[in-house]
């Protein structure tokens, strides 16, 4: 289970990477997040977590599903607190 989506292992794929040599993959069984419709997926052996959570035609498509992080914005800043900041020496 990863974030309430089941996901069954179904064995391993193998794949030709650029380089030519042949990597042997985990083989992903799960139904997509976005319609519900069952899809393979494959990661590497030394885990690539969290695995792919729709099929192919909704993949990329729709927003993070989750919960986003929160980005950090500081406080913007009066003239008259840099200029306090400035005078201890303090970057503002």
């Given at each position: 289970?990863?974030?309430?989506?089941?996901f069954v292992c179904s064995g391993s794929v193998q794949h030709t990477a650029?380089?030519?040599h042949v990597v042997d993959l985990i083989a992903w069984?799960?139904?997509?997040?976005?319609?519900?419709a069952?899809?393979?997926s494959s990661?590497?052996?030394r885990g690539d977590w969290p695995p792919v959570r729709r099929c192919a035609e909704h993949r990329g498509n729709g927003p993070v599903i989750g919960k986003p992080r929160a980005s950090y914005k500081p406080p913007k800043l009066s003239p008259a607190?840099?200029?306090?900041?400035?005078m201890l020496g303090l970057k503002p």
């Open positions: 289970m990863y974030k309430g989506q089941r650029k380089a030519g069984d799960s139904h997509c997040a976005e319609c519900g069952p899809y393979t990661t590497n052996p607190a840099r200029r306090s900041l400035a």
